[in-house]
């Protein structure tokens, strides 16, 4: 897995020493990212908890925007990774019980809190929507994989994702109580059962009714 | 339906001249709350946005969070009202676009931004909590009326209401593309066939062996 994803990344000196001290400072930068926010965020203290010097975080993050989508993306791909272990049912209860463990870190409650107000804010919103992205499109992978070896119907993987992730995204802003990985297991049957009932029944529903009325 | 929420309220001359500033007050206060944030609310703004004197603003709430629960809940449940034209499947479609439109809107949005800021501050942790319990509150109520009805199995209705909910906010929090009725249609379908599926065939997933090992 770390040496697939090495790979794709950019060429830089991968596994070596720079992709230590780049781990370092996105580490260093999620925390201080969830205790100040994205506007406090300083290079001179992202370098200072990284324990390397200034020039190193502008050498590899010339753009603040970058560091800070990239910062938040690590987290997330790291705190809630996707395995595939050719079950999806199960994959997808380890993959959601991760992310409401993840959500309720401080850096994942920073990123709940920029989701929240980046509307209005372009460069944020810019930020958050690659975030997302990221994190969709490796469900989304996923997804197309238990499709393809016919576990799932071929539906609209994106809304899929929609609906696996925001129920404990919600659960998790929320946060009256933990989200266990009961429910985690609850979450993932339903929606499963619904997309694949919805696939197998000749459909009644208004979903069709509204997309080809006959 | 206006008649039975007056009833239920605490007796202040409903319907009457009372009841019409109190409204005009509670959306006074949300549009505030949506331009400046939960701790901008001034009184003398409220009572100037409501037309009316500032004693009467703090006649009817000397409490400051009730006044703020009171106005963020009004504008949901007026946003976004849980009909019973005894068809579930089609209440929840209207409710969840519904939903979608309010959420969206600046005083929705000003309620996300609290929800994802409160965990932090217990004072607008237990607003949010108040906002939400009433919805969810609504919102198990009518799936409570269908389990009666024969139109749902009998299942965790607060989980139920989250996988209802969850995907709509965190569609509507991304703001990459409007949330449609179609989606609705789908995420309303999905969620229900799910449960009625998982109620209906012999159960094999992990969630009944998480339960009770057999």
Redesign the interface.
Known sequence: MAEDRSKREPARRPGGRTARVRRRILEAAAELIARDGIGGLRYDQVAEGAGVNKTSVYRNWPNRTALVADALATFGADAAPLHDSGDI??DL?DFLEALATATTSPEG?AL??V??????DPEL?AI??EV?DRRLASLRDRLQAAVERGELPAV?LS?LG??L???????V????RTFT???A???S??????????AD?P?T???DA??ARH
Chains 1, 2 share one sequence.
Do not use: Y
């Open positions: 049912d199960a209860v409650r709940l809190t989701v929240a107000s980046a509307r209005e919103r958050v929507d997302f609209d809304l929609t609906m992730t925001g129920p404990v995204q919600l659960f802003s929320r946060g009256s990985r009961a429910d297991h609850r979450v049957a339903i929606v499963l059962a619904g997309v694949r009932a919805a029944a459909v529903g208004e979903r509204d997309e």
